[in-house]
């Protein structure tokens, strides 16, 4: 199940941190990410989707 309106971008961005802290590779996490999102009511922008990768995968 995805996120719910109003938490779509604080869970899109803790799900990604932790794929992330697993060791999940950057490929397979937009993967994962895209079914996240599509499960997510409504589903995020790409624009914001990407926003919030660039801001995740940037810190190392």
């Given at each position: 199940q995805?996120?719910?309106k109003?938490?779509?971008n604080n869970d899109?961005?803790?799900i990604l941190h932790?794929?992330?802290k697993i060791g999940?590779?950057?490929n397979h996490c937009m993967d994962l990410l895209r079914t996240f999102n599509n499960r997510t009511s409504p589903p995020l922008p790409d624009d914001?989707?990407?926003t919030?990768?660039?801001s995740v995968f940037k810190m190392k």
């Open positions: 995805g996120a719910r109003g938490n779509r899109t961005n803790r932790y794929w992330r999940i590779d950057n914001e989707l990407a919030i990768w660039k």
